[in-house]
């Protein structure tokens, strides 16, 4: 059974710094790959980032965090990670890790997310 289970949200204000981690059961990060969305009050789910089964050498990020995140992954602990530079008030939402989209373990589960509120 896929379970996911994020942490580390909170509030900052702009141009701080978070760092959230993921922990899953049911599937290796390694086997297949991470991902991180979010979901802002309103809005649809958007992706953020993809650390695929090859590591740090194989990132992909959404424009809008381009730059300012940063996706990684703990093999040994089956954890990933997503620091977040440079924070902006548009990056207020709620944020939810899984397995790499196409994969056989994505959209298997939802963790609770971890709420990252970005203000004055």
């Known amino acids: 059974q896929v379970q996911l289970v994020e942490s580390g949200g909170g509030l900052v204000q702009p141009g701080g710094s978070l760092r959230l981690s993921c922990s899953a059961s049911?599937?290796?990060?390694?086997?297949?790959?991470a991902s991180w969305f979010r979901q802002a009050p309103g809005k649809q789910r958007e992706w953020v980032a993809t650390i695929s089964i090859h590591g740090s050498r194989m990132t992909t990020y959404a424009d809008p965090v381009k730059g300012r995140f940063t996706i990684s992954r703990d093999t040994s602990t089956n954890t990933v990670y997503l620091q977040m530079d440079s924070l902006k008030p548009e990056d207020t939402a709620v944020y939810y890790c899984d397995a790499a989209p196409g994969t056989w373990a994505f959209n298997r589960s939802r963790g609770q997310g971890t709420q990252v509120t970005v203000s004055q």
């Open positions: 049911g599937f290796s990060f390694t086997g297949y790959g």
